[in-house]
């Protein structure tokens, strides 16, 4: 009897130490792939930065927390977001993309293949999550989302509110106003893989993309970094367009009232999607070839003639925060922000009106900015001269527009409603 005890004793606490390492390990890996290159020349926000800041209703497009074993509801010292950190930056809308195939570049090739060796598998083996399915990741990442919006309601935090449609953006927007504690969630899907994989039959893509909408995704971003069944890739061996159930999928996605990201796509594929796509589009986190110097690399980022199919969709643009989309230092962040407003102002549009954040938090990336400290983002557009109108639109507004008009219930008088709640609630 005592032997027995003492076996099962030394089993658990065996099995506790393994459970401590694996603890250790994807800390580890966390720490090392979500770093900041905070900019040791941004700006410190004064006090007019910090009142501008905290008088506007903050969106930003891109965020790959749900990746990691981090609790969203905890701040933690390591990785760049969670809620308690997106509420010291003052952040009201965040949404959260979830990355399932990822492939490291091992030996170094100029493009990426989906037979490479997949970092989000052998992540998800160590985190315990599922291993041989890029369904099965996503499903899950949507299943930790939900969860958080659950107990963010029996914290003391703030709550994370899903935003599942244009009502409940106009909601969200109001209770901002009114000063409450949330934050609104929204869910992206970064990469289909999965979809049309083994049948591209419209019924069966169509399907998949129901039940993506079912379980609360309401981004759709076809491609990530590798050409897939459904679209090429910018950084993908071939960079074709779409394919025909990628035309099945966007053309579902889109009736369904969900958002169209072609962040990652291949140029043929933006071109293509703008063809076809009915509502503007998004390219959710990025930088742009003709404003890429140094560390930036020019092919994850948009060309001049993608750029334009953004803009003429009516779409906006997330700009990035880490140096391989802006280069170094938070100066570039304003400088790339200042293209595509160029870029818009020549083609005939609202100069100011398709620019957005697209941070690409715990994306793997370095960022140049704190999910904590956003305020010295806004500090840095005032520097580089931008109006308090033009931020509010960068800082928000142009995301809340696209949304509320793409979104299911979205409409013109629904973006003039959510306009009339930003402009009493915030600047
Ligand atoms: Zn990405």
């Not at 890029?134 to 994370?160: C, I, K, N, Y």
């Not at 969900?258 to 009915?278: F, P, Q, Y």
Request: hydrophobic residues 45%; aromatic residues 6%; contains cysteine.
């Amino acid at each position: 009897m005592r032997r027995r005890t003492l076996l099962l004793t030394g089993a658990v606490a065996a099995a506790g130490a393994a459970w401590g390492l694996r603890g250790t390990a994807v800390a580890a890996v966390d720490r090392g792939l979500n770093r900041f290159a905070l900019d040791p020349d941004a700006p410190e926000p004064d006090a007019a930065d910090r009142a501008l800041h905290r008088a506007l209703f903050i969106a930003d497009l891109h965020a790959d927390s749900l990746k990691w074993d981090r609790d969203l509801l905890t701040w933690s010292d390591y990785g760049h977001a969670d809620l308690p950190r997106l509420d010291a930056g003052n952040t009201a809308l965040q949404v959260f993309a979830m990355v399932t195939h990822s492939p490291v570049n091992l030996p170094w090739r100029d493009c990426l293949r989906a037979e490479d060796i997949n970092h989000a598998a052998w992540l998800a083996a160590i985190q315990g999550r599922p291993v041989r399915s890029t369904r099965g990741r996503a499903f899950h990442q949507m299943e930790l989302f939900w969860d958080a919006v659950h107990r963010s309601r029996l914290s003391d935090g703030p709550e994370l509110r899903p935003v599942l449609n244009a009502s409940e953006l106009l909601a969200l927007i109001e209770a901002r106003a009114r000063g409450e504690a949330v934050i609104g969630g929204m869910l992206a899907l970064e990469g289909g893989h999965w979809v049309g994989q083994y049948d591209p039959s419209p019924g069966v893509v169509s399907a998949e993309i129901r039940s993506l909408y079912d379980r609360g995704l309401r981004v759709f971003a076809p491609v990530h970094r590798f050409d897939n069944p459904l679209a090429g890739s910018s950084e993908g061996c071939r960079k074709y367009g779409l394919t025909p159930a990628g035309r099945t999928a966007l053309e579902v996605a889109e009736a369904h009232g969900m958002v169209i990201d072609l962040a990652h796509a291949s140029e043929a594929a933006i071109r293509d999607a703008a063809g076809m796509l009915k509502k503007p589009f998004i390219v959710s986190h990025t930088g742009v070839r003709a404003v890429c110097e140094g560390i930036c690399r020019p092919d994850r980022n948009l060309s001049d003639d993608a750029l334009r199919a953004v803009l003429d969709s009516g779409g906006v643009v997330g700009v990035g925060y880490w140096g391989h989309a802006v280069g170094e230092g938070v100066a570039n962040i304003a400088r790339v922000m200042e293209y595509i407003m160029e870029m818009a102002d020549k083609r005939g549009l609202a100069a100011g009106a398709h620019v957005a954040l697209g941070s690409d938090f715990d994306g793997s990336v370095a960022t140049q900015i704190a999910a904590d400290e956003l305020d010295v983002l806004t500090a840095t557009l005032r520097r580089a001269g931008f109006d308090d109108g033009t931020i509010a639109g960068i800082m928000g507004r142009n995301v809340c527009r696209l949304f509320a008009t793409g979104l299911p219930g979205g409409s013109a008088s629904m973006a003039r409603a959510v306009g009339r709640a930003l402009d009493t609630g915030f600047v």
